[in-house]
């Protein structure tokens, strides 16, 4: 998956109009921080569990965790120097190349998917006859410092249900953007951003990180 997604951001950032100019080189975009929206459709429901590579892409390095004898949890930053697929190699570490210092971050989901809009469209009350059984099977960030696994949880998309249009959002931040992005500016987003070889991740308690939906005719 990182070579899948190092070649769909390089073909944006390659990409140049009939005057040679690059996205953020337009008369309305210079100067301002510009971000890349990627979503990976590579497999049924892989977007639920391709994150990770996307991190590691982007920043160069992947994590392992342990804990200590007292429960605390460790975790152990590895630099990943590059990607290998049969005869194609990418490097890692996107982000920290500085010719790409005009990409401010990347932006992800989750779940902007058709099932999105089903879920949404159920909570609105448009199955006015209650003819659709849509379960949602939910895994959350736990706010526990030592938690390595989410929550999960499984339960009926009902009228009470308050799924909003930002879960499952994430943007990651790059360290060396020319014109970083303003975190406020995407409130219900999960935040990621990368400082002495570690991820920090900036959202609010139990915000989704991924979901699945099962849905049956009643």
Not at 67 to 82: A, F, H, R, S
Not at 90 to 110: H, M, P, R, V, W
Not at 130 to 150: G, R, T, V, W
Not at 178 to 183: E, G, L, V, Y
Request: glycine share 4%; with cysteine; net charge positive.
């Amino acid at each position: 998956m990182p070579i899948r997604f190092g070649s769909s951001i390089k073909s944006k950032i390659d990409h140049v109009d009939k005057n040679n100019l690059h996205y953020w080189e337009y008369e309305h975009t210079k100067d301002k921080p510009f971000i890349i929206a990627i979503a990976d459709f590579s497999n049924d429901i892989s977007m639920i569990y391709s994150s990770n590579s996307l991190i590691n892409y982007l920043y160069g390095y992947s994590h392992e965790i342990s804990y200590n004898k007292e429960g605390n949890l460790n975790i152990i930053p590895k630099k990943i120097e590059n990607f290998k697929y049969n005869d194609k190699v990418i490097d890692a570490g996107f982000f920290l190349k500085k010719e790409n210092e005009n990409i401010s971050a990347i932006l992800s989901s989750t779940s902007g998917t058709l099932n999105k809009f089903l879920r949404i469209g159920k909570q609105s009350g448009f199955d006015k006859y209650n003819k659709l059984c849509i379960m949602k099977e939910a895994f959350y960030y736990d706010p526990n410092p030592n938690a390595s696994k989410p929550i999960q949880d499984i339960s009926e998309v009902t009228e009470k249900t308050n799924e909003k249009w930002g879960d499952g959002l994430s943007i990651y931040h790059n360290p060396n953007a020319k014109f970083p992005i303003q975190r406020h500016l995407f409130p219900n987003a999960t935040h990621h951003f990368f400082r002495n070889g570690l991820i920090e991740t900036v959202t609010h308690p139990y915000s989704l990180l991924s979901s699945i939906t099962y849905i049956s005719i009643r």
